[in-house]
């Protein structure tokens, strides 16, 4: 029973899911209306052992079990106003010390039944700006927090954060949450 959080945290089963819940409270402590941020992960052990300093720095010299399996965030340079994310993420090439990578991301959504009522004209190629507008001013819109992970061999995890239910508690995980931003994050990885 002592491996059980007290802070309300969920319960993360694995590495990457305990990666995903820490930058979900990363960018939580930051607070809302904040730009997306992008994390490479790398493996703690091979950082500890091929930048010891670093790790140091970062407080992973610690050698524990839990240290052993996990994942180390590592925030990348402000990411460029006004290039379209999918647009952005396609310039990316990872370095092989990369184990995987990881976005926070706020979005404005709609629930299923407001999705029906979106506008043809709004929906056709081109449209995206006076559909964002559209989704601004609906009354049933949601203010979202993504964060979405994935690894090299595929291994997806996403945490989805409510604005009105902004609470460690209220947490939503699933490895297809969000499968859109999972997808440009994983070719990211291609060659």
Partial sequence: MDNLPTDGTPLASTPLTRA???????????????PSRL???VDTARLRAEEP?????LGLDEDSEQ??????PVEQDELPTGAPLDE??????WPEAVAGCAMTVERLMLPQSAEAAVPDELQEEGSEEKLSEWVAEH????EVRLTVAVLRDGTRESALR???K????EVLTGAGLVPGLADALAATFEE
């Fill in 20 to 34: 995903v819940l820490e930058l979900d409270e990363y960018a939580a402590g930051l607070g809302w209306d904040q």
């Fill in 166 to 169: 902004d609470s460690t508690t």
């Fill in 67 to 72: 240290t052993a399996a996990a994942l180390t």
């Fill in 39 to 41: 994390f490479a992960l």
């Fill in 139 to 142: 009354p049933e819109r949601q």
């Fill in 53 to 57: 300093e670093l790790a140091g720095q």
């Fill in 88 to 93: 952005f993420l396609a310039t990316i090439a």
């Fill in 162 to 164: 409510l604005r009105a």
